[in-house]
C-alpha cells in the first residue's frame, strides 16, 4: 500500500521511512509544531546534506541527482504518513520547481546549488487576501529602478515564508505577470507568522514595500511557469495525502483490533468493519489517482494539467473523509488532543484547500478537457 513501482522507488521509500521514524516520530512533529521555526534546522541539515533528498529532482549540474518527480512523491507520501515538520513542500516542491521552469537566470545559477544541498531554504509568495490561485488573482505590482525592480503588494498563505531565505514573488509589471526574487533581509519586507488549523505547517503574511527585487525569468511571461508549479504541487500534494491517508488507515485498523467492548475486539463489529473497507476503498482509488498524476509529471507532460486537478480533487476528499472515520473508529479518545488522530484531520482539512479547494479544481478538470 505504498508509492513503490519499482526497486529503486521501494528502497527509496524504505531509507526515508526508517529515518522519519527516527528524527520525526510524534513527539518530535509535537515539539516541532510549537516553535515559531516549525522545524528541527538539524534534521532539516540532514535531509539535505545526508539523504540528498533537497536534489532528488535538480539536474547534475546544479549539485542535484538528477532524478525525476517521481522520486519526490515518494518522499512526500512518508512525510505525509509522519506529518513531518519540515520545509520540503515549500522549498523543493515550489521553490525549484519554479525555478527550473523560469528557464536559465543568474537566480537558478546562484540559489538552486544552495537550494539542492539543503544549505539555504526558499518559498513562493503567489496568493493575497483574496486567496485566490489564479493569474488574475495577483495584484502586487513591480516597477524598475534604477539598480533593480522594486514590489508592492501583500502575500498570503506563504509555505514557510516567514523563514525562507530566499522569496520567489508573483507580481504584476508593465508587460504582465512576472516572478522576483527577495531576500530575506530586504529592506521593505516585513513577514508575520499566521495562525492555522493545521500547526504542522507554517504559512506566512508578507508585506512587501517599495522592496528591492530581481526579476527571474522573462519579464511579463511567468504565468506558465507558475501554472506548472501550482500543477506539480497539485500532485505532490495528492502523495502527501495517500501517505497520511494510508497512516490513519493503519491507525484505525491497528485501534479496531485491539480495542474490546462487550467481550469482543471492536474490529469484529460489522460496522466497523465497513468503516475501513471505506477507507481503504477510498485510500486505493486516491492511489490511483496519484499514480496518474505521477505518470503525467514524469512521461506525459502534455497530460499534467487535467492529472494534476483529478490528483487534487479526488485525494482532497479522500484523505478527509478517512481521516474523520480514523477518529470514528478510535472514539472519544479520537477527539483528544493526546491522540494523534486530530493532528491528520487537521492537516487533511487544510489540505484539502490549499492550492485551491476541491471545487476550483474540479472546475479547472471541467475547462480542461473541455466539458
Known amino acids: 500500500m505504498t508509492f513503490a513501482p519499482n526497486r529503486e522507488h521501494a ?41 540528498e533528498l533537497c536534489g532528488l529532482a535538480v539536474p547534475a549540474a546544479y549539485g542535484g541527482s538528477g532524478y525525476s518527480f517521481a522520486e519526490v512523491c515518494v518522499v512526500l507520501e512518508e512525510m505525509g504518513s509522519s506529518l513531518a515538520c519540515l520545509p520540503y513542500f515549500s522549498s523543493v516542491v515550489l521553490a525549484h ?31 493575497e487576501t483574496s486567496g485566490r490561485w489564479d493569474e488574475p488573482g495577483v495584484q502586487a505590482r513591480a516597477v524598475p529602478d534604477a539598480q533593480a525592480w522594486r514590489v508592492t503588494g501583500t502575500k498570503m498563505f506563504v509555505l514557510d515564508g516567514h523563514t525562507a531565505d530566499l522569496l520567489l514573488v508573483a507580481a504584476r509589471t508593465g508587460a504582465g505577470l512576472s516572478v522576483f ?16 488549523m493545521d500547526r504542522t505547517r507554517k504559512q506566512a503574511r508578507l508585506v512587501l514595500a517599495d522592496t528591492p527585487a530581481t526579476l527571474v525569468g522573462p519579464e511579463g511571461g511567468a504565468w506558465p511557469a507558475l501554472s506548472t508549479m501550482l500543477d506539480l504541487a497539485a500532485v505532490g500534494l495528492a502523495a502527501e495525502q495517500v501517505g497520511g491517508g494510508r497512516r490513519c488507515l493503519d491507525m484505525a485498523v491497528g485501534y479496531a483490533g485491539q480495542r474490546v467492548q462487550f467481550d469482543r475486539v471492536i474490529g469484529s463489529f460489522q460496522a466497523v468493519k465497513h ?8 485510500l486505493e482509488c486516491a492511489r490511483s489517482a496519484l499514480l496518474m498524476g505521477v505518470r503525467a509529471a514524469t512521461e506525459a507532460p502534455d497530460e499534467l494539467p487535467v492529472s494534476a486537478s483529478l490528483a487534487k480533487s479526488y485525494c482532497s476528499d479522500a484523505y478527509l473523509n478517512i481521516a474523520k472515520s480514523n477518529i470514528q473508529v478510535h472514539g472519544g479518545i479520537g477527539f483528544t488532543w493526546e491522540h494523534p488522530a486530530h493532528l491528520y484531520f487537521k492537516r487533511a482539512k487544510t489540505s484539502q484547500i490549499l492550492f485551491g479547494d476541491v471545487s476550483y479544481h474540479r472546475g479547472l478538470l471541467a475547462d480542461r478537457i473541455a466539458i
Do not use: Y
Open 275 to 282: 468503516i475501513c473497507a471505506d477507507m481503504l476503498i477510498d
Open 181 to 196: 526574487a527577495v531576500e530575506s533581509d530586504a529592506p521593505g519586507l516585513t513577514r508575520t507568522l499566521l495562525p492555522t
Open 97 to 127: 520547481t519554479l525555478l527550473q521552469a523560469l528557464g536559465p537566470s543568474r537566480c537558478l545559477e546562484h540559489w538552486l546549488p544552495l537550494l539542492a544541498n539543503g544549505s539555504k531554504r526558499a518559498a513562493v509568495a503567489l496568493a
Open 11 to 51: 528502497a527509496l521509500r524504505e531509507v526515508v521511512a526508517d529515518f522519519l521514524a527516527a528524527h520525526a516520530s510524534e513527539a518530535r512533529v509535537r515539539v516541532a509544531m510549537e516553535t515559531e521555526a516549525g522545524f528541527d534546522a538539524v534534521t532539516w541539515r540532514r535531509v539535505g546534506a545526508e539523504l
